[in-house]
């Protein structure tokens, strides 16, 4: 079964920068879309930024010119890496990808793909003031 392994999470000061990384346990996962989506208290989860395949990228307004998303198609990686963070950049940070690629051991015994969506598990990240 595919799984997102994220790191990069912590706490830092305003105006500081971290950066987040997110890894696709299977290989044979063939990925279109990988992102980052946060959740802050209270608060519904929302896009900060996805990239396609083909590097086309798109961002949330809140993020632009601070946030720069990347990946490494070999890797299957997604990367976030974020300056002049703000407090209200405050959030869970989950991961997500679509593709297509095997749900679970008896597909790849009969060799099937599926489309897939699938989401990490979340990093926190906390901006102090």
């Known amino acids: 079964q595919v799984q997102l392994v994220e790191s990069g999470g912590g706490l830092v000061q305003a105006g500081g920068s971290l950066r987040l990384s997110c890894t696709a346990s299977e290989s044979s996962f063939s990925i279109n879309v990988m992102g980052w989506y946060r959740q802050a208290p209270g608060k519904q989860r929302d896009l900060v930024a996805h990239?396609?395949?083909?590097?086309?990228?798109n961002y949330a307004d809140s993020v632009k010119g601070r946030f720069t998303i990347s990946r490494n198609n070999a890797k299957n990686t997604v990367y976030l890496e974020m300056n002049s963070l703000k407090p209200e950049d405050t959030a869970v940070y989950y991961c997500?990808?679509?593709?297509?690629?095997?749900?679970?051991?008896?597909?790849?015994?009969?060799?099937?793909?599926?489309?897939?969506?699938?989401w990490g598990q979340g990093t926190l990240v906390t901006v102090s003031s």
């Open positions: 990239i396609a395949s083909d590097g086309t990228t």
């Open positions: 997500h990808a679509q593709g297509t690629g095997p749900r679970n051991d008896e597909d790849i015994r009969q060799g099937r793909t599926r489309y897939l969506e699938v």
